[in-house]
């Protein structure tokens, strides 16, 4: 295909360090799959945010790209010395280490060490407190438990990184130790890509080397702020680092592009993305005749009571991601907490913890944990859990060509795309000052726009989308704005 006005200049690039910041659907791959071949003289490191990413980088760049996850990196020289104990670490475990059932302290120490594993910094200290800790940890606990926290935090790193003690080890832990380690990568040009939702530890490994570097991405699907992230693109650009733009996305057309303009106009960009795509639809629901269509949801108690609702229907649901990674062993594990059928749990550290479901509900509300409070909010809802959880397995399927529907969060959807989507109604109201504060609405606004731009051909909005339309497109009478407001 041939290469546009915007991508020309950015295949052509011959500088040492370059920011493109390029839309959603506006050919990011196809640029610097283009920009290698150019360079085909040059040993090149694409960077990549995970491993769909790599393995779609994989198939398509040419043989002078290695690409790789920053995980994949790091793996040969430490990674592979905790592959006896990789795991997430759960509240639970973090209380047994520390030998303590003060919930909220043990958030708070994982909070600090998880803020560390996201930061460049070599050691644990103040800063990670600070970037941690909630307004009502430092107000209740003083200079006191701030210190307590930092020490409890270093006691869960130690045991982490130490390769006999039987404590898990994070993915991001053995990351941090490369890291640290200062190592020189053998490339000559490090493609970075989804720069926006790079955390410390990645930038500080990239901006370590000497190598050409080009940082591609967009700041409005940074999505991952909670979790440490950072924006390297207009942190580069303050470096001096030259920018170029990709605005023209080829995904879709411009009824979802309008949508999409609609909320990039609420966080304040002037620059508007333009719906090259094939002609495309922007509707409140679905056509009656509609058999397969994908459902994001903001939250994965949301996915589990949409995979609910289609099954009913005794539709078939393939769940992105697959449907383990939507802690359903877990939720059936504590259903047996609650009816005290213990002989039943097949996670013995819940046990371990906690005796009767009190106990654990109890612990959700104090460690305000998220997957907890889910579980819980999920038990309330429904009494026979086995059942339902057996039903929602019986109608899931590992070939998404063969599913009626496909379920999501939004968070793993980003770098997806489908023909029909419609987003539920499980969204914030962006509009509540009292319950969102202006930096949680520039993320739920980011989520939100990811969430728009998986669509190729069809979008269905909720409520939070139109609502959005409506006050952006109220002053005008632009197509976006006046087909959704006439409710085609």
């Known amino acids: 295909m041939k290469s546009t006005a915007e991508q020309l200049p950015i295949i052509q690039y011959e500088g040492h360090h370059l920011v493109v910041k390029a839309y959603a659907g506006c050919g990011k791959t196809t640029t610097l799959v283009a920009y290698a071949e150019q360079h085909r003289h040059l040993r090149m490191l694409y960077l990549a945010y995970n491993r769909a990413i790599r393995d779609e980088g994989a198939a398509k760049f040419p043989s002078n790209v290695s690409c790789k996850t920053s995980h994949q990196l790091a793996w040969p020289g430490f990674g592979q010395h905790y592959q006896h104990k990789l795991g997430n670490v759960r509240l639970t475990d973090a209380a047994g280490l520390l030998e303590t059932r003060h919930w909220g302290s043990v958030r708070d120490a994982l909070a600090v060490l998880t803020a560390y594993l996201s930061s460049a910094d070599r050691e644990i200290g103040l800063a990670h407190a600070l970037a941690g800790l909630d307004g009502e940890s430092f107000a209740t606990g003083g200079d006191a438990h701030i210190d307590r926290t930092i020490g409890s935090a270093q006691r869960l790193w130690e045991a982490m990184i130490d390769p006999r003690h039987a404590f898990p080890c994070q993915h ?209 809802d429904h009494h026979d859990i086995p059942r339902l959880i057996a039903a929602l397995r019986r109608h899931s399927t590992d070939d998404p060509d063969e599913a009626d529907i496909t379920v999501s969060t939004v968070h793993r959807a980003k770098g997806l795309e489908w023909d029909i989507v419609v987003l539920e109604e499980d969204f914030p109201d962006l509009f509540d000052d009292e319950k969102i504060s202006p930096e949680q609405r520039v993320d739920e606004l980011n989520l939100l726009y990811v969430a728009t731009t998986r669509a190729r051909q069809h979008l269905v909005v909720n409520g939070i989308a139109q609502a959005i339309v409506r006050l952006v497109y109220s002053k005008t009478k632009t197509a976006p704005g006046a087909a959704l407001l006439s409710g085609r």
């Open 172 to 380: 991001d832990a053995y990351l941090k130790l490369f890291q640290l380690s200062r190592p020189t990568l053998p490339y000559e040009v490090i493609l970075f890509d989804e720069a926006q939702d790079s955390n410390p530890v990645t930038a500080a490994l990239v901006a370590g080397q000497s190598a050409r570097k080009i940082f591609v991405g967009d700041k409005w699907q940074q999505i991952y702020r909670w979790r440490g992230a950072e924006n390297a693109l207009d942190e580069q650009i303050e470096k001096g680092a030259n920018v170029l733009y990709l605005t023209n996305s080829f995904r879709f057309g411009p009824m979802i592009a309008g949508v999409a303009n609609a909320i990039l106009t609420l966080q304040g960009e002037t620059r508007p993305l333009v719906g090259f795509g094939p002609r495309d639809r922007v509707t409140t629901r679905l056509p009656l005749a509609c058999e397969k269509y994908t459902v994001l949801n903001r939250t994965v108690v949301g996915v589990i009571v949409t995979a609910i609702g289609a099954v009913s229907q005794g539709k078939a649901v393939y769940w992105n991601g697959g449907i383990e990674a939507y802690q359903l062993s877990d939720l059936e594990d504590v259903h047996y907490l609650r009816e005290e059928q213990v002989d039943r749990i097949r996670n013995q550290r819940l046990l371990a913890q906690f005796k009767t479901f009190a106990d654990f509900a109890e612990a959700a509300e104090q460690s305000k944990d998220p997957e907890m409070l889910r579980t819980v909010r999920l038990l309330k």
